[in-house]
Structures are given as structure tokens and as C-alpha cells.
């Protein structure tokens, strides 16, 4: 039956009712309206729903809730806004890194987490990072430039 | 979608998302200009709007079809001097609203920053036809630049009556319209901007249409700009849509929400022509939220209150990744085995009654074969393949006593709700489809079918149902690029010229739309038309046959997959071409040109080998020394106008088997490129897909359905097998040469230009696709 789940997500305290072996995803997607991760697969193959576990990358699509529970949950929304991006998001603007979108999500946060351990990476570091995350509008070139462009100033979060 | 930043922000709770049309009418009052263009300048009248649908709760709704020859039927400008571009094209992820709203804002003088795209929604939009065939700006280009030119003349009409000044003696920029030459006057009363003029009133005025959709005609008589005078068009602007793609706050129909909403899941028959026997229910009502199994003879599904559980409902009945037979769940199926096996695809298709078209015929091919120094034959094959969009097929139903109401990513809107009134026996005035963008398509995949399933859930629950089909009922059920089979044969006289060339092809329906649930529920919606040549065969044989065999659905829905058909009828031209140049041992370039006329794809051919620094030399020269061979290989291809040539390098790795493309030039002429970055983009995307489609893409079946359903078993391209580089060269990229379509054609040689790059480095032919490893070392073991 339902219960009641705390969860901390881009620093916020949020108390939700859900069964809990309700996957994080939906949670954050159904319950908070928080659009930034997507379900792609729902089997952690594409990579469409991953957000930040304390800081590092997960499949919030085979993630139940309550494994979540008192640790920090970063969304994508969590790395900035429209009026105010994060670097990696700025850098996916300026290097135009979109087709459809679906799957960015997952880059952004795959990169992220990649940068925030990696900071001066290569070029192949960058592929080998994204490569459990799956595009299917074939837009891998500029996302490999938007990483390399955000790792050019990148400070790690601390 | 380029929806207004005030509409959009709100969008995803909002019942009538997409309708920031309707938003604004309410907004302005519902106030109208209403004259003539083209005939004498009436006064501006005060009416009331009468578009607006009705709204009566629980009755009947309509929603009236919206009139082309209307300028508000293209245009909105609001008093904050923002202006709504209209369209019934829609967006796929390949960026063409900015192409559509920069050709908008070129005829209309004003700034593209400030210009918004509404796109696809029934309710607010002409039916222009689908988004497919690379054709929305090539066709719909030209509609907008007529209306948005009608729409600056009459704006500039209204501004002369206001300024008191003949239409001769002003000039707009960036939306704001100036007295030239008329020195003394204050500045207020110089000059007044569209907004101000406009007064948040609607654009009531008839401009003139004929014709339906791709050959529909709007405004004829508008005063176009001069080309040479473009500052909007041919520039790279950036995409409005990116920045709240890039921070989760963009709304996609997988966000959308609308009141009372339940989630609904599918649960397909084991087999493709299963029966569902029973279905046994226990233990369903133990999941909180449960609603209801929705059950209509061969259609399954469940609703719930929450996603999570809709999904273990339907698990329950038997939804899931690998099913182990027809009672694998509590819903049983007949055990239907109706498929041909796998091994025996490409007989199937050879013995599959359909009609024959014949491409080209020339002279006598049997005599030139029997009189022939040498000749060549190869069988070419292709098999089924999922577009495979990473988001999984979704739509939200709301069907209701005498309306239906849709919220869809649907490539075709218009003719989506033509579709869903005749499922539910609705008159089509009663059905809307607001369109909302998906993730990516690449063509029919299952966002119509889904349709569907939503509408059919939704009408047995009487409440509004989401439904989101799992990963494996994408990867097992959308419409699939058909399997084709291609025989070639071809001679060369003692000189090594061709002289003859013969190309018969075995094509099942690429045009299958079908809904999967309207055959389900023993109630047929859609057509299926045969499949056709899908080539444009352009080399100057002296004695040539080529026939198309189109055949009608061979086991499974297939439907167009970016550039269908025609990437498997150029990858077997293409690579046989090579075979006769090998033969002949002569360049394969040079040997290409000697048969070509046609200027502008001598151009193409051309500029990508200057481009890629093209030396001529046989291909092969003989086994490389060590375990990694490298190979150049080229192709071209015109796709209904487009013309597009391809060298790229190629290592591969005799141990693993393993191909890797390294350097891609892509030689590009679709006439006047309209958005320079966002074509680019387009390009670099056609080219890796079609390298993922090449080196790794088969849809796997048993002789019961679909068994690649995820992607353990349907890998695509990752970021490890990118190409190092992707160079492009624009070819005829002028006003001369009319935009022509960028979304496809570049996929077209991409096969080809692999295979013969393998064959260049190794000396084998890959004739069957895909290029997997075991198929590259087998076939390198052979040699």
C-alpha cells in the first residue's frame, strides 16, 4: 500500500505518497512535475531518465523511491534554467546539441557527473563517458563538442 | 514547439494545450479586422470571433476546420509587437519551425526573435499535408512566404490609412513601419509598429487559396520579396526550442497533463494474429489505483490512476520484455505462429503476389548479356528495422458523449483526426487533435497507432487516458522500414564499358497505416497500399531494366522509416555500380561520371571529391599488411530532387570483424539552404543513423512476433563508433535553385558508400545489411 516517502530533490524537501516499489522516475515526473528526466526504456539500457544520486549519475528508471530516501536528488532542472543555464546546459545553446531532444537529458547529466570527476578530459574520455547513452537523431557529434566546450572552464562542484 | 513563452509556460496542466491560438483571441478580445485584401480597403469591423469552439460540458463539442484563405489563418501579431506563425506541419526534432519562421519573417520584415511558431493542432491550423518525404519546407515553404508577404502588404495598407500617407512612402524594418522622405513630421507620427497597428485585433482578412494541402496555393497574387535582398533566410539562427529542452522546463506530449487524466498501458497479442481467449483478472484490484482492464476482442489494455500502476497491471497480464509462450500471463492467447521464419524472409518475398513497375527499359539487356566480355550478378537484402525513437509512442485521449479530443505528436495531425472520427464513429468536426511535440519520429512509428489505443481506452472508461507504450511494444509493434530483396545484373563489353544493367526489386508496402487497434478491435482503419520502386535511376545504360515488384504487408505493419526504401534500393545500386567499376578495374568515380548527364549530380559527385582530396585508382589494390585495413568508398544518390553525394573512410578490423567509419564528406545540394546550421545538423544526423541502420540495424522475429524488443536486441550506433569528422559542402545553395527537402536524402548512399569502402580495403562485398561482425568475418574468411 501507499506510504509516504521523503525525498530531497534539487534541495528541496518533498513529502510524496507512493507504493513503495514506485521507481523514482515517475515519481519526479508524475508527482513533482519535474519533466527533466524521461522514460525511455524503463530497463537502464538509453539512459533518457538519469538524474544525480550525491552527485552521481543513475537510472531513476529502475531506481525505486525509497532507495532514494535521504540522499541528494539532482534533476536536470536542478542544473540551471531557461533564464539562468548551468555551463554544460549553456554549452549544449551555443553548440546547438538538439535534434529532438528526448534523449539530452541524459547527456547533461551523464556529462555532468562525468565532468565533475574528469575535468580535463579527451575527446575520447568524453565518448567512452556517453557511451551507455543511446540517440537515436544522430546528434552525437555536437554533443561531444558541447562537453568539450563546457570542459574548457569547468570547476567541479565542490 | 515555439510556442509563445507565456502559453508554453503554463502548458502542461492546461486542458487545451497547443491552442495559445484560442489563448490569444480570448486575450484580444475577440476583436476583428475584417477587409479585403486584393479588393478595396474596407473599414476595420468590430465582430465577435467565431472560431472559437464550443464548449458546451457534456454535449457535443466542434472544431471547426480553420480556412486557408484567411490571413489569420497563418498569422497573429499581439500589441507587444510579438507575431504566431501558424502551420499544420510539425516538428520531428529536425528544427523545421526555424526554417519555417525565418522564411515568415524574411517576407514579413520582422525580427525572427520575436516571431513564434503554433504548429500541427487541428483547432488552429491549416492541413498542409503530413511532415514527411523531407517536404515541409519544400512545399510549405512557399505557402508561408505567400501568406506572411500577403500579410506584410495588408499590414503596410493599414499603416498608410493610419499615417495618412500612400503605401509607396513607407518602409518596414524589424516590424516597425516608417514614413520615408516626408521630412518635418514628428517622430510618433514617422512611424508605428505591426503590434500598434494591429491593436490586438485578428487578421480577418482574405488573401485567396486553392488547392489541398502539399498543392494547396495561398495568397497567388502576394508581392514577393527579391531574393537578393534576404537577410533572415540563408542565415543560421539559433533554435527556440533548445534552451528549455537543455533544463527540463520544455513541454513535450510526455509532460502534458489534462484534468481527470488516467494512464492507460497496451497488452499485445503474443502472436501478430493471436486471439485473446481469456482474461483473468485476480489480483488486480489489490493494486492501488486500479482502474479497469479494457478489453475488446483482440485489444487488451489497463487504466489506472497512476502510471506505475498501469504498468504492473498490465505485467500482470502479460506485458513485458520476453514473453515465453501465449499463456505466459493472466491473459491467454491462441498460439498463432504465422510468420515466415526468419532464414526464409527474403524467399518470402520473392513469392509475394503484388505488381510489377517498371523503372526503365532500354534496348535488349538479354542480348547485351549473351554478347557481353564480362557480366556480374549479385542479390542484395535488407531487413526489417524499428524507427526506434527513444521515447516510447504516447497520446491522451479524451473522448467524451459526441467529442473526441486528442493531445499527440502525431507526424499528421489533420489526417489523424480524420482517422480517429472514423474509429469512433464520430463526424470529423467533433474530433481534435492538439498536436504536441514527441521525441523523434524519422517517420510513420507508432505515434498515429497509439492514437488508437488511447481513443479506445479512453471511450470504454469515459474519463481521459494517457497512454504510454513500454520499450517493448515500440521495438515490437510500431510500423517497420519493410525487408526488400534486389537481383542485379550487369555487363561489360571488352573495353569495360557497361552495356548492359538489370535491377528487379521485391518491395513490400512502406505505406501500411493501418492502426494496430483498429484490427484489433476487427474494425479496420488505414490503408495498405503496395509498395513502389523508391529509386530515381539515372545512369545512361544502353540497355537497362529496372522493375519494381510492390507487394502489399508481408508479416508485419510496415510503414515509411526515413527515406523509405529508397536507402535500400541506392545501397544496392550504388554498391553494384562499384562492382561493374571494379570489374572494369577502373576508378569508381570516374566510372560513375562516364554514365551520368544530369549536371547537377555531376556537381555533387564532383564537389565531394574535391572536397575529400579524391585521387583516382581502382578500388582494392590488394591485401593491406596487418589486422586493420582502411578503404574509401563513395555513392550518391537523388531523392526526389535532392542530390547528395558520400565518401567516407572506413577501417575495418579483420580479428573482431568490427567497421569503423572515420571520415565522412557529404556533398549537399537541396537548392536554397534556408537555415545553414540547422540543415548541417540534419546532415550529420541522416549520417550516423544510417551508419547505425548499416552497421548494426535487423529487427528479429520467431514465427510468432517480433523478438528485438529492447536495446540488448536492436542495438543502435554509440558515441565509441562516431565518426571523427563530418564535412559538408552546400552545392546550388541559391535563390535560383527553390529549397528543396533536407531530411532524408542524406541517409540515401550511406550504405553503399560503406560497403564499398569495405570492399576497397579488403576486397570482399557486403551485399546484406547489416554489417555485423560475424557477418564481416565470415565473409572475410570466405575471401
Given at each position: 500500500?501507499?506510504?509516504?516517502?521523503?525525498?530531497?530533490?534539487?534541495?528541496?524537501?518533498?513529502?510524496?505518497?507512493?507504493?513503495?516499489?514506485?521507481?523514482?522516475?515517475?515519481?519526479?515526473?508524475?508527482?513533482?512535475?519535474?519533466?527533466?528526466?524521461?522514460?525511455?526504456?524503463?530497463?537502464?539500457?538509453?539512459?533518457?531518465?538519469?538524474?544525480?544520486?550525491?552527485?552521481?549519475?543513475?537510472?531513476?528508471?529502475?531506481?525505486?523511491?525509497?532507495?532514494?530516501?535521504?540522499?541528494?536528488?539532482?534533476?536536470?532542472?536542478?542544473?540551471?534554467?531557461?533564464?539562468?543555464?548551468?555551463?554544460?546546459?549553456?554549452?549544449?545553446?551555443?553548440?546547438?546539441?538538439?535534434?529532438?531532444?528526448?534523449?539530452?537529458?541524459?547527456?547533461?547529466?551523464?556529462?555532468?557527473?562525468?565532468?565533475?570527476?574528469?575535468?580535463?578530459?579527451?575527446?575520447?574520455?568524453?565518448?567512452?563517458?556517453?557511451?551507455?547513452?543511446?540517440?537515436?537523431?544522430?546528434?552525437?557529434?555536437?554533443?561531444?563538442?558541447?562537453?568539450?566546450?563546457?570542459?574548457?572552464?569547468?570547476?567541479?562542484?565542490? | 514547439?515555439?510556442?509563445?513563452?507565456?502559453?508554453?509556460?503554463?502548458?502542461?496542466?492546461?486542458?487545451?494545450?497547443?491552442?495559445?491560438?484560442?489563448?490569444?483571441?480570448?486575450?484580444?478580445?475577440?476583436?476583428?479586422?475584417?477587409?479585403?485584401?486584393?479588393?478595396?480597403?474596407?473599414?476595420?469591423?468590430?465582430?465577435?470571433?467565431?472560431?472559437?469552439?464550443?464548449?458546451?460540458?457534456?454535449?457535443?463539442?466542434?472544431?471547426?476546420?480553420?480556412?486557408?484563405?484567411?490571413?489569420?489563418?497563418?498569422?497573429?501579431?499581439?500589441?507587444?509587437?510579438?507575431?504566431?506563425?501558424?502551420?499544420?506541419?510539425?516538428?520531428?526534432?529536425?528544427?523545421?519551425?526555424?526554417?519555417?519562421?525565418?522564411?515568415?519573417?524574411?517576407?514579413?520584415?520582422?525580427?525572427?526573435?520575436?516571431?513564434?511558431?503554433?504548429?500541427?493542432?487541428?483547432?488552429?491550423?491549416?492541413?498542409?499535408?503530413?511532415?514527411?518525404?523531407?517536404?515541409?519546407?519544400?512545399?510549405?515553404?512557399?505557402?508561408?512566404?505567400?501568406?506572411?508577404?500577403?500579410?506584410?502588404?495588408?499590414?503596410?495598407?493599414?499603416?498608410?490609412?493610419?499615417?495618412?500617407?500612400?503605401?509607396?512612402?513607407?518602409?518596414?524594418?524589424?516590424?516597425?513601419?516608417?514614413?520615408?522622405?516626408?521630412?518635418g513630421l514628428s517622430v510618433t507620427s514617422r512611424s508605428i509598429t505591426y503590434g500598434e497597428l494591429v491593436d490586438g485585433k485578428r487578421l480577418d482578412v482574405t488573401i485567396g487559396a486553392t488547392g489541398k494541402?502539399?498543392?494547396?496555393?495561398?495568397?497567388?497574387?502576394?508581392?514577393?520579396?527579391?531574393?537578393?535582398?534576404?537577410?533572415?533566410?540563408?542565415?543560421?539562427?539559433?533554435?527556440?526550442?533548445?534552451?528549455?529542452?537543455?533544463?527540463?522546463?520544455?513541454?513535450?506530449?510526455?509532460?502534458?497533463?489534462?484534468?481527470?487524466?488516467?494512464?492507460?498501458?497496451?497488452?499485445?497479442?503474443?502472436?501478430?494474429?493471436?486471439?485473446?481467449?481469456?482474461?483473468?483478472?485476480?489480483?488486480?484490484?489489490?493494486?492501488?489505483?486500479?482502474?479497469?482492464?479494457?478489453?475488446?476482442?483482440?485489444?487488451?489494455?489497463?487504466?489506472?490512476?497512476?502510471?506505475?500502476?498501469?504498468?504492473?497491471?498490465?505485467?500482470?497480464?502479460?506485458?513485458?520484455?520476453?514473453?515465453?509462450?501465449?499463456?505466459?500471463?493472466?491473459?491467454?492467447?491462441?498460439?498463432?505462429?504465422?510468420?515466415?521464419?526468419?532464414?526464409?524472409?527474403?524467399?518470402?518475398?520473392?513469392?509475394?503476389?503484388?505488381?510489377?513497375?517498371?523503372?526503365?527499359?532500354?534496348?535488349?539487356?538479354?542480348?547485351?548479356?549473351?554478347?557481353?566480355?564480362?557480366?556480374?550478378?549479385?542479390?542484395?537484402?535488407?531487413?526489417?528495422?524499428?524507427?526506434g525513437s527513444i521515447g516510447p509512442e504516447l497520446a491522451i485521449a479524451d473522448v467524451g458523449n459526441g467529442y473526441a479530443k486528442f493531445w499527440a505528436g502525431t507526424q499528421m495531425p489533420h489526417q489523424a483526426?480524420?482517422?480517429?472520427?472514423?474509429?469512433?464513429?464520430?463526424?470529423?468536426?467533433?474530433?481534435?487533435?492538439?498536436?504536441?511535440?514527441?521525441?523523434?519520429?524519422?517517420?510513420?512509428?507508432?505515434?498515429?497507432?497509439?492514437?488508437?489505443?488511447?481513443?479506445?481506452?479512453?471511450?470504454?472508461?469515459?474519463?481521459?487516458?494517457?497512454?504510454?507504450?513500454?520499450?517493448?511494444?515500440?521495438?515490437?509493434?510500431?510500423?517497420?522500414?519493410?525487408?526488400?530483396?534486389?537481383?542485379?545484373?550487369?555487363?561489360?563489353?571488352?573495353?569495360?564499358?557497361?552495356?548492359?544493367?538489370?535491377?528487379?526489386?521485391?518491395?513490400?508496402?512502406?505505406?501500411?497505416?493501418?492502426?494496430?487497434?483498429?484490427?484489433?478491435?476487427?474494425?479496420?482503419?488505414?490503408?495498405?497500399?503496395?509498395?513502389?520502386?523508391?529509386?530515381?535511376?539515372?545512369?545512361?545504360?544502353?540497355?537497362?531494366?529496372?522493375?519494381?515488384?510492390?507487394?502489399?504487408?508481408?508479416?508485419?505493419?510496415?510503414?515509411?522509416?526515413?527515406?523509405?526504401?529508397?536507402?535500400?534500393?541506392?545501397?544496392?545500386?550504388?554498391?553494384?555500380?562499384?562492382?561493374?567499376?571494379?570489374?572494369?578495374?577502373?576508378?569508381?568515380?570516374?566510372?560513375?561520371?562516364?554514365?551520368?548527364?544530369?549536371?547537377?549530380?555531376?556537381?555533387?559527385?564532383?564537389?565531394?571529391?574535391?572536397?575529400?582530396?579524391?585521387?583516382?585508382?581502382?578500388?582494392?589494390?590488394?591485401?593491406?599488411?596487418?589486422?586493420?585495413?582502411?578503404?574509401?568508398?563513395?555513392?550518391?544518390?537523388?531523392?526526389?530532387?535532392?542530390?547528395?553525394?558520400?565518401?567516407?573512410?572506413?577501417?575495418?578490423?579483420?580479428?573482431?570483424?568490427?567497421?569503423?567509419?572515420?571520415?565522412?564528406?557529404?556533398?549537399?545540394?537541396?537548392?536554397?539552404?534556408?537555415?545553414?546550421?540547422?540543415?548541417?545538423?540534419?546532415?550529420?544526423?541522416?549520417?550516423?543513423?544510417?551508419?547505425?541502420?548499416?552497421?548494426?540495424?535487423?529487427?528479429?522475429?520467431?514465427?510468432?512476433?517480433?523478438?528485438s524488443r529492447d536495446w540488448a536486441s536492436y542495438p543502435i550506433l554509440r558515441f565509441n563508433e562516431i565518426p571523427d569528422s563530418i564535412e559538408m559542402v552546400f552545392v546550388n545553395n541559391s535563390a535560383q535553385?527553390?529549397?528543396?527537402?533536407?531530411?532524408?536524402?542524406?541517409?540515401?548512399?550511406?550504405?553503399?558508400?560503406?560497403?564499398?569502402?569495405?570492399?576497397?580495403?579488403?576486397?570482399?562485398?557486403?551485399?546484406?545489411?547489416?554489417?555485423?561482425?560475424?557477418?564481416?568475418?565470415?565473409?572475410?574468411?570466405?575471401?
Open positions: 500500500m501507499p506510504r509516504t516517502i521523503h525525498l530531497k530533490v534539487n534541495g528541496k524537501q518533498h513529502a510524496i505518497e507512493a507504493e513503495p516499489d514506485t521507481m523514482l522516475l515517475y515519481v519526479l515526473r508524475d508527482q513533482l512535475g519535474l519533466h527533466g528526466p524521461k522514460f525511455g526504456c524503463g530497463l537502464s539500457q538509453c539512459g533518457a531518465c538519469t538524474i544525480h544520486l550525491d552527485g552521481a549519475a543513475v537510472r531513476s528508471c529502475v531506481l525505486p523511491a525509497t532507495a532514494a530516501e535521504g540522499r541528494e536528488i539532482t534533476t536536470l532542472e536542478g542544473l540551471g534554467s531557461v533564464d539562468k543555464p548551468g555551463p554544460l546546459q549553456q554549452a549544449f545553446i551555443d553548440e546547438q546539441a538538439v535534434q529532438c531532444g528526448y534523449c539530452i537529458n541524459g547527456m547533461i547529466m551523464t556529462a555532468q557527473a562525468f565532468l565533475d570527476s574528469h575535468p580535463d578530459p579527451s575527446r575520447d574520455d568524453i565518448k567512452q563517458a556517453l557511451d551507455n547513452n543511446l540517440c537515436r537523431c544522430g546528434t552525437h557529434m555536437r554533443i561531444v563538442r558541447a562537453v568539450e566546450r563546457a570542459a574548457k572552464n569547468w570547476r567541479p562542484a565542490s | 514547439m515555439n510556442a509563445r513563452p507565456e502559453s508554453a509556460s503554463a502548458a502542461s496542466d492546461i486542458s487545451d494545450f497547443g491552442a495559445s491560438r484560442r489563448q490569444f483571441l480570448k486575450t484580444s478580445g475577440g476583436l476583428v479586422l475584417g477587409f479585403s485584401l486584393f479588393g478595396p480597403l474596407a473599414a476595420v469591423a468590430q465582430q465577435p470571433a467565431t472560431r472559437l469552439p464550443a464548449s458546451a460540458s457534456g454535449g457535443a463539442q466542434t472544431f471547426p476546420a480553420v480556412d486557408p484563405a484567411r490571413l489569420d489563418a497563418w498569422l497573429a501579431i499581439h500589441p507587444d509587437n510579438t507575431a504566431t506563425l501558424f502551420t499544420g506541419k510539425v516538428e520531428q526534432g529536425n528544427g523545421s519551425p526555424n526554417a519555417l519562421a525565418q522564411i515568415a519573417a524574411e517576407e514579413l520584415d520582422f525580427p525572427f526573435d520575436r516571431l513564434f511558431v503554433v504548429m500541427g493542432t487541428t483547432t488552429s491550423t491549416v492541413d498542409q499535408g503530413p511532415t514527411y518525404g523531407s517536404m515541409a519546407v519544400r512545399y510549405a515553404g512557399p505557402q508561408i512566404r505567400h501568406a506572411a508577404a500577403a500579410g506584410r502588404q495588408v499590414l503596410l495598407s493599414m499603416a498608410g490609412k493610419r499615417l495618412r500617407v500612400p503605401v509607396e512612402q513607407l518602409a518596414v524594418r524589424d516590424g516597425v513601419v516608417s514614413v520615408v522622405g516626408a521630412p494541402t502539399f498543392g494547396m496555393k495561398v495568397a497567388p497574387d502576394a508581392r514577393l520579396k527579391d531574393p537578393s535582398k534576404y537577410t533572415i533566410v540563408g542565415t543560421s539562427v539559433p533554435r527556440k526550442d533548445i534552451p528549455g529542452k537543455v533544463t527540463g522546463e520544455f513541454t513535450y506530449v510526455h509532460d502534458v497533463k489534462v484534468p481527470n487524466m488516467l494512464h492507460g498501458r497496451v497488452v499485445r497479442p503474443y502472436g501478430i494474429g493471436s486471439d485473446l481467449l481469456s482474461v483473468d483478472e485476480s489480483g488486480l484490484r489489490d493494486i492501488p489505483g486500479f482502474v479497469a482492464v479494457v478489453r475488446q476482442r483482440n485489444f487488451l489494455g489497463v487504466v489506472a490512476e497512476t502510471e506505475w500502476s498501469a504498468i504492473k497491471a498490465a505485467e500482470k497480464l502479460g506485458s513485458k520484455r520476453v514473453r515465453k509462450g501465449p499463456t505466459d500471463g493472466q491473459a491467454k492467447w491462441s498460439d498463432w505462429q504465422g510468420l515466415p521464419a526468419m532464414d526464409d524472409l527474403w524467399e518470402t518475398l520473392r513469392h509475394a503476389s503484388g505488381k510489377d513497375t517498371s523503372v526503365a527499359r532500354r534496348g535488349d539487356v538479354d542480348a547485351a548479356l549473351r554478347g557481353a566480355a564480362k557480366t556480374l550478378k549479385a542479390t542484395y537484402s535488407t531487413p526489417f528495422e524499428t524507427h483526426r480524420r482517422d480517429m472520427a472514423e474509429l469512433l464513429d464520430l463526424p470529423v468536426e467533433n474530433v481534435e487533435v492538439n498536436w504536441v511535440e514527441a521525441s523523434g519520429q524519422y517517420g510513420r512509428n507508432g505515434l498515429e497507432p497509439v492514437m488508437a489505443d488511447a481513443a479506445i481506452m479512453s471511450r470504454a472508461v469515459g474519463r481521459p487516458v494517457r497512454v504510454q507504450w513500454m520499450r517493448w511494444d515500440s521495438h515490437g509493434w510500431d510500423p517497420k522500414e519493410p525487408p526488400i530483396v534486389q537481383d542485379l545484373e550487369g555487363a561489360l563489353d571488352h573495353t569495360g564499358n557497361v552495356i548492359a544493367w538489370r535491377h528487379h526489386m521485391w518491395v513490400p508496402t512502406f505505406s501500411d497505416t493501418r492502426l494496430l487497434a483498429s484490427e484489433l478491435i476487427g474494425k479496420p482503419v488505414g490503408q495498405i497500399h503496395l509498395g513502389d520502386a523508391a529509386i530515381q535511376y539515372e545512369y545512361q545504360f544502353d540497355h537497362a531494366d529496372v522493375v519494381a515488384h510492390g507487394e502489399g504487408r508481408v508479416g508485419l505493419i510496415t510503414a515509411w522509416m526515413r527515406a523509405p526504401g529508397q536507402f535500400e534500393t541506392t545501397f544496392a545500386m550504388e554498391a553494384f555500380v562499384d562492382e561493374l567499376a571494379a570489374a572494369a578495374q577502373q576508378d569508381p568515380l570516374a566510372f560513375r561520371l562516364k554514365y551520368l548527364k544530369e549536371p547537377r549530380a555531376i556537381a555533387v559527385l564532383k564537389a565531394a571529391a574535391r572536397q575529400y582530396g579524391w585521387k583516382s585508382r581502382p578500388a582494392f589494390q590488394g591485401k593491406q599488411p596487418g589486422g586493420k585495413a582502411t578503404g574509401r568508398g563513395i555513392a550518391w544518390v537523388n531523392r526526389d530532387g535532392s542530390r547528395v553525394a558520400t565518401i567516407a573512410d572506413v577501417v575495418v578490423d579483420r580479428d573482431t570483424g568490427e567497421i569503423r567509419v572515420k571520415r565522412v564528406v557529404v556533398a549537399h545540394d537541396c537548392g536554397l539552404v534556408i537555415s545553414p546550421d540547422g540543415m548541417r545538423n540534419q546532415i550529420e544526423g541522416n549520417v550516423i543513423q544510417s551508419i547505425s541502420r548499416t552497421l548494426h540495424e535487423e529487427i528479429a522475429f520467431d514465427r510468432a512476433h517480433v523478438t535553385y527553390p529549397s528543396n527537402g533536407g531530411g532524408e536524402p542524406s541517409t540515401c548512399p550511406t550504405a553503399a558508400v560503406i560497403s564499398n569502402a569495405v570492399y576497397d580495403a579488403t576486397g570482399i562485398r557486403l551485399r546484406q545489411k547489416p554489417f555485423r561482425p560475424e557477418r564481416v568475418k565470415a565473409a572475410l574468411a570466405r575471401a
